[in-house]
């Protein structure tokens, strides 16, 4: 029951993720996740694969909860290409909405600090940044 609560809180907005636990931990929340889709398109080539060739957890820095910062650690697979002849021989599969290629914030966060960079370069933005309880660097 509790699972669905978050299901709908961090990812209404994205089809495809089954949330798995939710763990608080000090000043982290924990969002254990994982794609749930049967195929994944080729990013090179646009076919549709099936054949699992690895899995992996990719941790995803997201907006605070109740002052608390939380992180999505998503288990992702890296699909084979099953096309004949395509170079990209495996690909990682992509939730939208949740993630972006070599990404390591949610596609969510990363839209706020592209904001907050624009409105406040430099320190000032670090600080809001900071208050949003998300892990930046001035730059
Ligand atoms: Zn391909």
Do not use: N
């Amino acid at each position: 029951m509790g699972d669905v609560l978050f299901q709908d809180l961090w990812f209404h907005r994205v089809e495809g993720v089954v949330v798995e636990s939710v763990i608080p931990d000090g000043e982290l929340v924990v969002v254990r996740a994982r794609t749930a889709a049967e195929r994944a398109a080729c990013p090179a080539c646009g076919t549709a694969s099936v054949r699992v060739h690895s899995r992996y957890v990719r941790r995803l820095a997201d907006s605070a909860v109740g002052g608390r910062q939380a992180l999505i650690e998503l288990q992702v697979r890296r699909f084979r290409c099953s096309q004949q002849g395509c170079l990209q021989a495996t690909f990682a599969e992509q939730v939208d909405g949740l993630t972006f290629r070599h990404g390591r914030r949610s596609a969510g966060l990363q839209t706020v600090l592209e904001r907050v960079a624009v409105m406040l370069a430099g320190r000032a933005g670090s600080r809001l940044a900071h208050a949003l309880a998300a892990k930046v660097s001035r730059s």
